[in-house]
């Protein structure tokens, strides 16, 4: 039951912001999409969680979500096979935009850093077999593939309005994805309260954002997946 509290939370924070976005821009926005990306952030976590439970576990009990990942990333998969989004439109591809990858480079380094960085200050201990092979599969190939895939083109398609930044053009979608993404590591409810931690936050939704850099700018979420899980090594080893 604490989960689908907390899932309710995210999206009724999701609603409320959305909606707001949208009745000042009603001309640039789509209300449709908008409970589509509701929607998705559902099915997500449904399937990240088992169902909240409901399914049986059928890999060996490990310390690690496994299952609900790969739940997480088949359901992904699917959606994005769907005619309303299509795989190249979610990113899906390993094709990049023309000229891209060497103006990413310096990005790539600034990620890889600011992960660096936070596990010199956070230092963890000497991880698992298991924990080596989950942090480089299943966080980067799962998590980008529905925030900076799926998540991301649906929000792009509900709130229209662009502007020119960085090289790249930025809309809601791109921050509102970022911040949804903080809030699956930030925002919980447990022993009859809602928590949040705002520190967990600007972690996760400020990396997020230099994802999204990468994903508008290449067309892909490939160097995403590979920094992300780049960057979950180096939290376990530096």
């Given at each position: 039951?604490?989960?689908i509290i907390?899932?309710a ?5 999701l ?8 009745l000042?821009?009603?001309d640039q926005?789509?209300?449709k ?6 929607g998705?952030v ?22 690690w ?20 989004f299509?795989w ?20 790539a ?9 936070l ?16 942090q ?6 799962e ?16 709130f ?26 930030a925002?919980g ?18 990396p ?6 990468l994903r ?11 920094l992300h899980n780049?960057g ?7």
């Amino acid at each position: 039951m604490n989960g689908i509290i907390g899932i309710a939370g995210v999206v009724t924070l999701l609603l409320l912001v959305g909606g707001g976005l949208g009745l000042a821009r009603r001309d640039q926005f789509s209300a449709k999409w908008l409970f589509a990306a509701v929607g998705l952030v559902i099915i997500n976590d449904v399937m990240l969680t088992r169902g909240y439970g409901a399914l049986p576990e059928l890999l060996p009990a490990s310390a690690w979500n496994w299952q609900g990942k790969i739940l997480a990333l088949a359901a992904t998969l699917v959606i994005a096979a769907l005619p309303a989004f299509g795989w190249r439109r979610s990113g899906l591809t390993i094709r990049q935009a023309q000229g891209s990858l060497p103006r990413c480079l310096p990005v790539a380094l600034l990620y890889c850093l600011f992960f660096a960085g936070l596990a010199y200050i956070l230092p963890n201990d000497p991880p698992t077999t298991e924990t080596v092979a989950f942090q480089l599969t299943m966080p980067g190939i799962e998590e980008e593939a529905f925030y900076r895939g799926i998540l991301l083109l649906a929000l792009d398609r509900a709130f229209l309005a662009r502007w020119r930044f960085l090289g790249v053009d930025w809309g809601w979608g791109a921050l509102l994805s970022s911040a949804l993404f903080g809030l699956a590591h930030a925002f919980g409810y447990a022993h009859g309260s809602f928590s949040f931690d705002p520190l967990t936050m600007a972690l996760t939704a400020l990396p997020a954002l230099i994802a999204v850099w990468l994903r508008l700018r290449t067309g892909s979420v490939l160097i995403p997946i590979v920094l992300h899980n780049i960057g979950n090594l180096l939290a376990l080893f530096a």
